[in-house]
């Protein structure tokens, strides 16, 4: 089946300080979504991005297509960017896989 | 836009017990999906929908059934509870192959 693979797994950061969280996928790609998941459960949608780069505020995020992967940039990050974030993925299918997500924690 | 609602928020029930959970959006939607998260974990397909009467299997359908008989309504049914379907669960809807929106969740213990 369709494996959705995020990298890396948990990440510790300090305030102030950038990351870039990747998604990798095993097919074409036909929908593309990061989410975070905040400390009370919600998911939040960042980004609808299946190509191209896209950025809102301190966020952005770029999807390669024909390499099968998306990254999500983190610049300046605040102790509000704690949670996981999630890629959402869907293919030739109807069906949307979520990726394994990574656990962020930024320390003050 | 109420968005997507899902009640109850929190369900406990005995093995065996039957229930329903609900979803709705008011936002007309033909895409309906939901996901099952365990602690610590990611989230699962478990069924979709791609429009009224058309439903289908996601990644972990075992205990559960769906219908479609409108649009705006996607209850997810567990027949016998078991311990194993202890879980967080969400509805999302959005336009098929774009983006979705998720409910707040429905959190269930099984005892």
């Known amino acids: 089946g369709i494996q959705v693979e995020q990298s890396p797994p948990d990440l510790i950061l300090q305030e102030g300080a950038n990351s870039t969280l990747r998604c990798n996928f095993s097919d074409s790609v036909n929908n593309l979504q990061w989410f975070h998941q905040n400390p009370w459960g919600q998911l939040i949608n960042l980004f609808y991005i299946p190509s191209g780069t896209k950025q809102n505020g301190r966020l952005s995020a770029t999807t390669v297509a024909t390499e099968r992967y998306s990254l999500l940039y983190i610049s300046s990050s605040q102790t509000t960017d704690s949670g996981v974030y999630f890629c959402?993925?869907?293919?030739?299918?109807?069906?949307?896989?979520f990726g394994t997500g990574t656990l962020l924690a930024v320390q003050p | 836009n109420a968005g997507v609602t899902q009640t109850p928020k929190f369900q406990v029930l005995k093995t065996g017990q039957s229930m329903t959970l609900q979803c709705a959006q008011d936002?007309?939607?033909?895409?309906m999906s939901w996901y099952r998260q365990d602690p610590g974990m990611g989230l699962r397909l478990i069924h979709y929908s791609v429009g009224a009467g058309i439903t289908d299997q996601g990644e972990v359908p075992n205990g559960y059934n769906v219908s479609r008989s409108t649009t705006e309504d996607f209850p997810l049914r567990l027949l016998s509870a078991a311990p194993s379907q202890t879980s967080v669960y969400f509805c999302?809807?959005?336009?098929?192959?774009?983006?979705?929106?998720f409910g707040p969740g429905t959190r269930l213990t099984v005892t």
């Open positions: 936002m007309n939607h033909e895409y």
């Open positions: 959402l993925y869907g293919g030739a299918t109807n069906k949307l896989i």
């Open positions: 999302a809807s959005g336009p098929p192959l774009y983006e979705q929106y």
